[in-house]
């Protein structure tokens, strides 16, 4: 049947559309560059935790100068796992990629649809297990934002250090607006009765939960932003704006 | 104002062009086209408060209640069209069969509360009440029912999914303080959850704002994933038989379930 609807239903996805597909285009080049990826002191958060012997700031050096490709090669599976299987993000692909629907009331693409039943979307299941893996990379992301304030042994804030840690406190935002994050501190629960710490941390995940979707794209938007600025520094292109005390 | 009009399937647009006076909703002037041009206008309604549920209809391809959409969202002049809901098959005009419905009701195993505290009385505590309370909300408009792609495009899918309604009602019910019922292998096999791609077009419709996506569906899928396919919780559930701190092991998907 042909859809009714002639409002600008289209113009979601397509945003979607655009803003998912510059990131990841974004993300692949900078990931794959191997290069430009730290200007002291600051590390991008793509190469975060940096742990091949080769890299320009390792974290943890567990992979040996065998390994010549970007580092960012070996972590980009933790992020990329929670954002994929992220609920909001999955809601967001679904309608925009997979126009299962591309909107409310209008048609899907496809003719046989199983959502979420089968292989390989039956892994969305294990997003707690992203969740977990992500913030232990937060950890990483948080010391890569204390040595961003660091400069040569002086105290100093940077166009970069904040843009840093305006990417972390996001970063952070996102994780604990998690909808399994919501269900693991207390969710589970039938009664909160007797499990004072349990409904109070339920109910901060709610408020935060509810502007889920804000704290996803925002902290998208940062992390593409915080690489491309550190990029441009350590390609010259741009100068770092820093007082140093 | 293009009215769906037909019996069955059969059927077509039909215009209708009428004065409308300030402050009207769609329902008043169908109304008004049944008065003045086609008194055989079949629509069900009721109480026009956008209490009872009946209005359900999509006005402009929009799944709504017409006693709550005004007739000033819309441009003077603008033609609207008016269908009936897609998801159900058609009676007569703007009247569906909504029988899937309570087909699917009857499915679930009702309320089967723990035995009572020593002085004979049942306890809830607000804090429990609060959360299951949003769900209670529900009008039974089923336009969420009407809006979910996964039965308006594809009608095979009916047997095997109960619908974002049903979610609502199944998440009251597991999320109960008192309640002992177990549903959660119920609510993967035979009420298929896991066609939900969570997408929240029922969300977005819902006319009594219940977040049905975020608090009811996604909470279901957390509950799910704790009984059927996370590995820790299954291991944790070996090792300690029920933990205090994950739900109960859940029914075997042979179970056929009681009638409510
Ligand atoms: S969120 Fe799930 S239940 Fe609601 S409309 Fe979308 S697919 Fe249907
Ligand atoms: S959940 Fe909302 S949209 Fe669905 S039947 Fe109830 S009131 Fe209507
Ligand atoms: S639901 Fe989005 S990160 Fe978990
Ligand atoms: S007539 Fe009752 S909800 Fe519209």
Redesign the interface.
């Known amino acids: 049947?042909v859809?009714?609807?002639?409002?600008l239903w289209w113009l979601e996805p397509l945003v979607i559309v655009v803003v998912l597909g510059t990131f990841v285009l974004y993300s692949v080049y900078a990931g794959l560059a191997n290069a430009n990826y730290f200007y002291e002191p600051y590390l991008s958060p793509l190469y975060s935790p940096c742990i091949t012997a080769n890299c320009v700031h390792p974290h943890l050096p567990i992979v040996g100068s065998y390994w010549n490709l970007s580092p960012a090669i070996l972590i980009v599976a933790f992020p990329l796992a929670f954002r994929v299987t992220c609920?909001y993000y999955?809601?967001s692909y679904?309608?925009a990629f997979f126009w299962?629907?591309p909107a409310?009331?209008i048609?899907?693409a496809r003719?046989?649809?199983?959502?979420?039943?089968r292989f390989p979307?039956?892994i969305q299941?294990?997003?707690?297990y992203a969740l977990i893996f992500a913030t232990l990379l937060l950890a990483f992301l948080w010391w890569d934002t204390f040595l961003a304030f660091n400069f040569n042994g002086r105290f100093g804030i940077g166009l970069g250090s904040l843009l840093l840690l305006t990417n972390v406190v996001l970063l952070s935002g996102y994780s604990a607006s998690c909808?399994?994050l919501?269900?693991l501190v207390g969710?589970?629960l039938?009664?909160?009765?007797r499990a004072s710490l349990r409904?109070r941390l339920w109910s901060w995940a709610n408020w935060l939960?509810?502007r889920h979707a804000r704290w996803a794209w925002a902290s998208l938007v940062v992390v593409g932003l915080t690489d491309l600025y550190i990029r441009l520094l350590s390609m010259g292109v741009l100068t770092d704006l820093r007082i140093v005390f | 104002m293009k009215i769906w009009r037909g019996e069955g399937s059969a059927g077509e647009h039909v215009e209708y062009v009428v004065p409308i006076d300030a402050g009207m909703v769609v329902l008043d002037v169908v109304h008004r086209i049944q008065a003045t041009h086609a008194p055989d206008l079949a629509v069900r309604w009721n109480c026009k408060a956008g209490k009872c549920g009946s209005c359900s209809a999509?006005v402009?391809?929009?799944?709504k209640l017409m006693c709550m959409t005004r007739m000033s969202e819309f441009a003077t002049g603008e033609a609207i069209?008016v269908?009936p809901v897609?998801t159900f098959p058609l009676i007569k005009d703007l009247v569906t069969d909504v029988s899937f419905n309570y087909e699917k009701a009857k499915t679930i195993p009702p309320f089967k509360p723990k035995p009572k505290d020593p002085d004979g009385k049942r306890r809830m505590?607000q804090?429990?009440v609060d959360r299951v309370q949003e769900f209670h909300k529900c009008i039974e408009c089923f336009l969420c029912q009407d809006?979910c792609?996964?039965i308006?495009?594809?009608e095979?899918?009916k047997p095997s999914f109960s619908g974002p309604r049903f979610f609502v009602r199944l998440a009251a019910l597991?999320?109960?303080?008192l309640?002992t019922n177990d549903r959660l292998d119920l609510i993967r096999a035979k009420h298929?959850l896991?066609?939900?791609?969570?997408?929240?077009?029922c969300t977005?419709?819902c006319p009594e704002d219940i977040h049905i996506?975020?608090n009811a569906i996604?909470?279901l899928?957390?509950?799910?994933?704790?009984a059927?396919?996370?590995p820790i919780a299954w291991a944790l559930r070996r090792i300690r038989r029920t933990g205090p701190?994950?739900?109960a092991p859940s029914v075997p998907p042979s179970k056929e379930p009681p009638s409510a």
Do not use: W
């Open positions: 049947m859809p009714e609807r002639r409002d609920y999955r809601r679904y309608r299962a629907p409310c009331a048609p899907d003719k046989s649809y199983a959502g979420e039943t979307f039956l299941n294990l997003h707690r909808h399994s919501r269900y969710g589970y039938d009664s909160f009765h409904y939960n509810a | 999509e402009n391809g929009a799944p069209t269908s897609r505590y804090e429990d809006v792609h996964v308006r495009d594809h095979e899918n597991e999320m109960h303080p309640d298929g896991g066609f939900c791609n969570i997408t929240k077009c977005e419709v996506t975020d996604i909470p899928k957390e509950r799910v994933v704790t059927q396919y996370d701190a994950l739900p």
